[in-house]
């Protein structure tokens, strides 16, 4: 397992950017697979976005295609999401989460989880 914290967090204006952060305990980071979730009050966890490995290969799902961008610095235990265009449905608590082996979507695949960062989007 990896220990996650979440930051960037915060409230932004629809069409702003946020960036948020998440920095890894440990000295296997760069083992893991990771990836950001989301989760709104009443709605279930959704994928966001994830990163493989090294790096090389990110996923994401339609609803923040071409607007999210995820990414890794594993000489600093970090994994960012990037978000432009942000909208009112945008809102939720993000999380950031670790696995191991392949990069995977489903968050039930995931081993480690941050507290999670709020992140408001005003209409």
């Known amino acids: 397992q990896v220990q996650l914290v979440e930051s960037g967090g915060g409230l932004v204006q629809a069409g702003g950017s946020l960036r948020l952060s998440c920095a890894a305990s440990?000295?296997?980071?760069?083992?893991?697979?990771m990836g950001w979730f989301r989760q709104a009050p009443g709605k279930d966890r959704e994928f966001v976005a994830a990163?493989?490995?090294?790096?090389?290969?990110?996923y994401n799902p339609d609803s923040v295609k071409g607007r999210f961008t995820i990414s890794r610095d594993n000489a600093r235990n970090t994994v960012h999401l990037q978000m432009n265009s942000l909208k009112f449905e945008d809102t939720a608590v993000y999380y950031c989460a670790a696995k191991s082996w392949v990069t995977a979507t489903s968050a039930n695949e995931y081993d480690s989880w941050g507290q999670g960062t709020q992140v408001t989007v005003s209409s």
């Open positions: 990163i493989s490995k090294k790096g090389s290969t990110t």
């Open positions: 440990g000295r296997t980071f760069s083992s893991y697979a």
